[in-house]
């Protein structure tokens, strides 16, 4: 079946530095990919959807300037979370859509502490 | 009031249960619908996915969707503990569209 990897898995950071989360499908191309983040106990709740080659799209809410995101490629997405917070702590969690079967493939989450 | 409602439980049953499911929608351009299924500190995994109305079976997973009520169910049946997981129900206007997610529902299976 299709994969999709995030890298890292687990992430530990100071207040105010920056961190990227890569989403990659591993063996199919994925003209969208969607950023989700959950928090403990809850659902899904999608930041952003991710074209290849053009900007992405921001849900209501959710500052672009603070969640960057960069689809460079057919097979990449980044999720760069800027001047990280405390309370931006939380399961971060990419999909895929495979253009073959438009199967949405979850990755298996970043999980993002800031100190 | 949320697009998707689901409840909420949590659910503990014996092994070899029966469990049922239920997400109940409000947002009728919804097409699509999936259950996902989650272990603790992993990303989901597609269990069952649905379009339209209609019932959808896969070995001891059955899915219903009643468009009409707007009312879909993930019945499991012969539960295993190894179905111990935070299920969650999505929705989706279109196949390869943003999907809107339930709370979900962790159920236990005890042996």
């Known amino acids: 079946g299709a994969v999709v990897s995030q890298h890292p898995s687990r992430v530990i950071c100071k207040s105010g530095t920056s961190v990227k989360i890569e989403c990659r499908s591993l063996?199919?191309?994925?003209?969208?990919m969607f950023w989700y983040r959950q928090f403990p106990k809850q659902s899904l709740m999608l930041m952003a959807t991710?074209?290849?080659?053009?900007?992405?799209?921001?849900e209501q809410g959710v500052e672009k300037d603070k969640f960057l995101i960069n689809h460079a490629s057919l097979t990449l997405s980044t999720l760069t979370v800027t001047s990280a917070h405390p309370e931006d702590s939380s399961f971060y969690i990419c999909s895929a859509i495979s253009g073959r079967s438009d199967t949405q493939y979850f990755g298996p989450g970043t999980r993002l502490t800031v100190l | 009031q949320k697009e998707v409602e689901q409840d909420p439980g949590p659910l503990s049953v014996p092994e070899g249960a029966i469990v049922s499911l239920n997400c109940t929608y409000s947002?009728?351009?919804?097409?699509?619908f999936m259950w996902y299924r989650q272990y603790s500190r992993k990303g989901p995994e597609l269990l069952m996915y649905?379009?339209?109305?209609g019932n959808k079976e896969d070995g001891r997973f059955t899915a219903q969707v009643d468009k009409s009520s707007k009312y879909i169910s993930l019945f499991i049946r012969d539960s295993q503990p190894s179905d111990s997981a935070t299920y969650l129900c999505?929705?989706?206007?279109?196949?390869?569209?943003?999907?809107?997610f339930g709370d979900g529902t962790t159920l236990t299976v005890k042996p």
């Open positions: 649905t379009y339209s109305s």
């Open positions: 999505a929705m989706s206007s279109s196949r390869a569209g943003k999907s809107t």
């Open positions: 947002n009728s351009a919804f097409q699509y």
């Open positions: 991710s074209n290849e080659g053009s900007k992405a799209t921001y």
């Open positions: 063996d199919f191309q994925a003209t969208t």
